[in-house]
Every structure is written in structure tokens, then in C-alpha cells.
């Protein structure tokens, strides 16, 4: 059994920055894509993010250029660095596991996922 734990979400001002972490359990970390996606209550849950086994990474256009996605593999941890907040980042965001090695926009592509964590962005 997969297990997923995000942490690092929270208030910020705009202009702010955040970051996310991924605490994954169960199966070979290193082995699988990894992703970040983000709901806002009422809409359905958008890519944000993914980065693939050997490190090739995929971001959405909303947020190139201002977040980073990274993995440990020694420490089974993924993460995302937010730079640059607006309050339309604000959402809940997921950390998901991939199916697959490679670093896929679809929510479909990803097998299991965390409880998710808040990110605020104040104006």
C-alpha cells in the first residue's frame, strides 16, 4: 500500500513563497513519476507539475517559470518549491504517485494520491 503525506502548505502574501513536501511509503520511490496537482472547491483537480523516474520534469503554463519540482530519493520525498504567488494559486494541493516512469499531465496516469494540503494566497 502506497502512502502519500503532504506537508508545507499554509498563508502567504502574494509575491510569497512556499514549500510543499511528499513523504511516499510503500513501494520503490525511485522507480515511478511523481506529480502535483491542485483543486480549487467547486472545480476539478488541475496539473500542476510531474517529474519522471531519471528527473525529466513537466510543468503546467500557469505556473512555469515560478514553481520547481524536485524528488529525494533517499529520503522517498518530493517536492515543490512555489515562488512567486497569486491568489489564483490558491488551492488544495495533491501529491500523486505515477503508474507509469514518465511525467504525464493526466490525473488519470496517477495511481494513488495524498490527503492533499492548503495553500493560501492572500492579496
Known amino acids: 500500500q502506497v502512502q502519500l503525506v503532504e506537508s508545507g502548505g499554509g498563508l502567504v502574501h502574494t509575491g510569497g513563497s512556499l514549500r510543499l513536501s511528499c513523504a511516499a511509503s510503500?513501494?520503490?520511490?525511485?522507480?515511478?513519476?511523481m506529480g502535483w496537482f491542485r483543486q480549487v472547491l467547486g472545480k476539478g483537480r488541475e496539473f500542476v507539475a510531474a517529474i519522471s523516474w531519471i528527473d525529466y520534469t513537466q510543468y503546467a503554463d500557469s505556473v512555469k517559470g515560478r514553481f520547481t519540482i524536485s524528488r529525494d530519493n533517499t529520503k522517498n520525498t518530493l517536492y515543490l518549491q512555489m515562488n512567486s504567488l497569486q491568489p489564483e494559486d490558491t488551492a488544495v494541493y495533491y501529491c500523486a504517485a505515477g503508474a507509469t516512469r514518465s511525467a504525464l499531465p493526466n490525473a488519470y496516469d496517477y495511481a494513488y494520491w495524498g490527503q492533499g494540503t492548503q495553500v493560501t494566497v492572500s492579496s
Open positions: 510503500g513501494r520503490t520511490f525511485s522507480s515511478y513519476a
